[in-house]
């Protein structure tokens, strides 16, 4: 089965820090793209972190530049967000995915404009609450 499951989310205080991880099964992460997304209730989704397959390339949110952090270790198969001075209105779900990246192709067409659902794979989300 083809999935990638988000964890690490929970509850942190005002200027805390959490790290998500995004851990493949069924297929190799190594060609692919990863980005995060969230969506805070009430409000749209929005790609926030993109990374390329190589770790050349990536992308940050206005929202998150500065405090956040897209990893990924593909010997683990997996990727990361390290998310430090977190504020109230991080509160989210964040959710990960992939989309296959070859030669030539750019992080902003395959991640950074591109919806979640939009991706070739994604996960289910882990939910994120800051306290102030």
């Known amino acids: 089965q083809l999935q990638l499951v988000e964890s690490g989310g929970g509850l942190v205080q005002s200027g805390g820090s959490l790290r998500l991880s995004c851990a493949a099964s069924g297929f190799r992460l190594d060609y692919y793209v990863i980005g995060w997304f969230r969506q805070a209730p009430g409000k749209e989704r929005e790609t926030i972190s993109c990374i390329s397959s190589d770790s050349g390339s990536t992308h940050y949110g206005d929202s998150v530049k500065g405090r956040f952090t897209i990893s990924r270790d593909n010997a683990k198969n997996t990727a990361y967000l390290q998310m430090n001075s977190l504020r109230p209105e991080d509160t989210a779900v964040y959710s990960c995915?992939?989309?296959?990246?070859?030669?030539?192709?750019?992080?902003?067409?395959?991640?950074?404009?591109?919806?979640?659902?939009?991706?070739?794979?994604w996960g289910g989300g882990t939910a994120v609450s800051v306290s102030s």
């Open positions: 995915a992939a989309t296959h990246q070859v030669r030539g192709q750019d992080l902003f067409s395959l991640c950074v404009s591109r919806d979640l659902y939009a991706m070739d794979y």
